[in-house]
């Protein structure tokens, strides 16, 4: 079975700063997606950015990149010149690719990210 | 387009009670998830639907949880009779169906949370 391990369960950026969210993953599979959600209090999970493994570029969405090493089973989320808005907890995602899997998402236990003003 | 919508967004009951959730996924959305979400963690998948048919409900505990896509579109989600540690965030998501079998980002709703006394 697939596992996601998110290992810092509290960061903190100082407002305009960069900030880094670990997550390691384990899968035999070679065909997935890997997904940033970001949970604010109100609750609603919003997609962040995705990643194909299929893909050796890193996904990139505004001020939201990731790092994804493959062969380490590493997929981590670069937040730079965060805001306050940024604050939430984060999760990081993983899912089956290939054709007729279950698509299901298996969540790590999340990140609570604060920024200082 | 209209997002996924869940109500209604809070419940309190007494355990032994029964209580139902409604989702209504995005509109041509064929896959429609139901996730809970214990305090302090990630998601974890109860039950997938593809168009009104099951796809996964392994980890349902069918012993008191149920549930029901009517038509393809709505779906309702039951617990009887409630425990304690149903108390949870439950979330619904929706994905689309792609070409050649093949599904697209789940998107979630607001979530309703079940407080069980």
């Known amino acids: 079975a697939q596992t996601v391990t998110q290992s810092q369960p509290e960061m903190s950026v100082q407002e305009a700063e960069t900030v880094t969210l670990s997550c390691t993953y384990d899968?035999?599979?070679?065909?997935?997606?890997l997904f940033w959600y970001k949970q604010p209090p109100s609750r609603q999970m919003i997609l962040v950015i995705r990643q194909e493994a299929y893909k050796q570029q890193n996904a990139t969405e505004n001020r939201f990149s990731v790092n994804f090493q493959k062969a380490a089973k590493s997929f981590s989320l670069k937040i730079s010149d965060s805001q306050l808005g940024d604050a939430a907890m984060y999760f990081c995602a993983y899912r089956d690719g290939a054709r007729g899997s279950n698509y299901k998402l298996t969540f790590g236990k999340g990140t609570l990210l604060t920024v200082n003003p | 387009e209209a997002g996924v919508a869940q109500s209604p967004r809070y419940k309190i009951i007494e355990k032994r009670q029964s209580v139902a959730f409604w989702c209504n996924p995005i509109s041509g959305h064929a896959t429609l998830y139901w996730y809970q979400q214990i305090l302090g963690q990630g998601p974890k998948l109860l039950i997938q639907f593809q168009n009104n048919g099951v796809v996964d409900d392994s980890q349902l505990p069918k012993d008191r949880f149920s549930a029901e896509r009517l038509k393809g579109v709505d779906s309702t989600l039951k617990i009887q009779p409630a425990k304690l540690e149903d108390s949870a965030v439950y979330l619904c998501a929706s994905s689309a169906r792609l070409a050649g079998g093949l599904t697209d980002t789940q998107y979630f709703g607001p979530g309703t949370r079940l407080t069980v006394l």
């Open positions: 899968t035999s599979e070679s065909d997935y997606y």
